[in-house]
Protein backbone atom coordinates (compact mmCIF):
# COMPACT_ATOMS: atom_id res chain seq x y z
CA UNK A 1 0.00 0.00 0.00
CA UNK A 2 1.32 3.29 -0.90
CA UNK A 3 -0.24 6.43 0.35
CA UNK A 4 -0.48 9.37 -1.11
CA UNK A 5 -2.63 12.68 -1.39
CA UNK A 6 -2.69 16.25 0.01
CA UNK A 7 -4.56 17.76 3.28
CA UNK A 8 -5.97 21.32 2.96
CA UNK A 9 -6.53 23.16 6.79
CA UNK A 10 -7.03 26.55 7.72
CA UNK A 11 -4.74 27.73 10.44
CA UNK A 12 -3.84 30.91 12.65
CA UNK A 13 -1.55 32.72 14.22
CA UNK A 14 -2.29 35.51 16.70
CA UNK A 15 -4.04 37.41 13.81
CA UNK A 16 -2.75 36.38 10.28
CA UNK A 17 -4.63 32.92 8.66
CA UNK A 18 -3.17 30.80 6.63
CA UNK A 19 -3.65 27.79 4.45
CA UNK A 20 -1.78 24.65 5.35
CA UNK A 21 -1.26 22.11 3.37
CA UNK A 22 0.74 18.69 3.84
CA UNK A 23 1.66 16.55 0.72
CA UNK A 24 2.40 12.89 1.41
CA UNK A 25 3.64 10.54 -1.04
CA UNK A 26 3.77 10.75 -5.04
CA UNK A 27 1.38 13.12 -5.65
CA UNK A 28 -1.02 11.81 -8.96
CA UNK A 29 -3.85 13.83 -10.75
CA UNK A 30 -6.72 12.14 -8.67
CA UNK A 31 -5.18 13.93 -5.69
CA UNK A 32 -5.55 17.80 -7.74
CA UNK A 33 -8.65 17.13 -8.49
CA UNK A 34 -9.60 16.61 -5.06
CA UNK A 35 -7.65 19.29 -3.75
CA UNK A 36 -8.56 22.33 -6.24
CA UNK A 37 -12.34 22.74 -5.43
CA UNK A 38 -11.61 23.17 -1.90
CA UNK A 39 -8.06 25.36 -2.70
CA UNK A 40 -9.92 27.68 -4.79
CA UNK A 41 -13.05 28.14 -2.27
CA UNK A 42 -10.40 29.29 0.08
CA UNK A 43 -8.86 31.66 -2.03
CA UNK A 44 -11.94 33.06 -3.32
CA UNK A 45 -12.58 34.47 0.06
CA UNK A 46 -9.62 36.29 0.28
CA UNK A 47 -9.35 39.70 -1.32
CA UNK A 48 -6.54 41.17 -3.89
CA UNK A 49 -2.93 38.83 -3.58
CA UNK A 50 -2.72 38.30 0.31
CA UNK A 51 -3.24 34.37 0.78
CA UNK A 52 -0.57 32.62 2.77
CA UNK A 53 0.28 29.00 2.71
CA UNK A 54 2.62 26.76 4.64
CA UNK A 55 3.51 23.40 2.66
CA UNK A 56 4.77 20.88 4.61
CA UNK A 57 6.50 18.69 2.28
CA UNK A 58 8.19 16.17 4.49
CA UNK A 59 6.91 13.24 3.15
CA UNK A 60 6.66 14.58 -0.60
CA UNK A 61 8.07 11.82 -2.73
CA UNK A 62 7.03 13.61 -5.75
CA UNK A 63 4.69 14.28 -8.65
CA UNK A 64 3.55 11.91 -11.36
CA UNK A 65 3.67 13.64 -14.37
CA UNK A 66 -0.11 14.94 -15.25
CA UNK A 67 -0.04 15.80 -11.52
CA UNK A 68 3.07 18.64 -12.18
CA UNK A 69 0.66 19.63 -15.19
CA UNK A 70 -1.77 20.25 -12.80
CA UNK A 71 0.34 21.99 -9.99
CA UNK A 72 1.43 24.52 -12.66
CA UNK A 73 -1.74 24.99 -14.20
CA UNK A 74 -3.38 26.09 -10.32
CA UNK A 75 -0.10 28.36 -10.21
CA UNK A 76 -0.69 29.67 -12.77
CA UNK A 77 -4.06 30.22 -12.81
CA UNK A 78 -4.33 31.63 -9.29
CA UNK A 79 -0.24 32.75 -9.05
CA UNK A 80 -1.58 36.72 -7.93
CA UNK A 81 -3.58 35.45 -5.56
CA UNK A 82 -0.79 34.08 -3.39
CA UNK A 83 1.05 36.79 -1.21
CA UNK A 84 3.18 34.08 0.67
CA UNK A 85 4.51 30.79 0.10
CA UNK A 86 6.39 29.14 3.05
CA UNK A 87 7.69 25.69 1.87
CA UNK A 88 9.47 23.33 4.73
CA UNK A 89 10.42 20.08 5.09
CA UNK A 90 13.05 18.51 2.70
CA UNK A 91 16.28 20.39 1.99
CA UNK A 92 17.25 20.43 -1.51
CA UNK A 93 14.33 20.28 -3.64
CA UNK A 94 12.36 22.84 -1.79
CA UNK A 95 15.08 25.65 -2.41
CA UNK A 96 14.68 24.86 -6.02
CA UNK A 97 10.62 24.53 -5.88
CA UNK A 98 10.69 28.32 -4.53
CA UNK A 99 12.52 29.26 -6.92
CA UNK A 100 10.77 28.09 -9.98
CA UNK A 101 7.22 29.46 -7.64
CA UNK A 102 8.63 32.88 -7.72
CA UNK A 103 8.12 32.53 -11.37
CA UNK A 104 4.84 32.06 -11.60
CA UNK A 105 3.57 33.72 -7.93
CA UNK A 106 3.13 37.06 -7.91
CA UNK A 107 3.97 36.53 -4.03
CA UNK A 108 7.33 35.39 -2.36
CA UNK A 109 7.86 31.77 -2.31
CA UNK A 110 10.74 31.18 0.50
CA UNK A 111 11.80 27.30 1.21
CA UNK A 112 12.49 26.58 4.95
CA UNK A 113 14.29 23.83 6.93
CA UNK A 114 11.36 23.97 10.28
CA UNK A 115 7.91 24.56 10.67
CA UNK A 116 8.63 27.24 13.01
CA UNK A 117 10.83 29.77 10.65
CA UNK A 118 8.11 29.57 8.08
CA UNK A 119 5.50 30.20 10.34
CA UNK A 120 7.25 33.27 11.74
CA UNK A 121 8.06 34.24 8.38
CA UNK A 122 4.71 33.78 6.98
CA UNK A 123 2.72 36.24 10.04
CA UNK A 124 5.09 38.61 9.95
Do not use: C
Request: glycine letters at 10%; a negative charge; hydrophobic letters at 45%.
Amino acid sequence: MQQHGLTLGLARVNDVSFISIKAVGRLSHEDYLAITPMLEAALSRVEGRGMRVLLDARELEGWELRAAWDDLKLGLRHGSEFGKIALYGQPGWQTLAAQVGNWFISGEVKAFDDEAAAIDWLTE
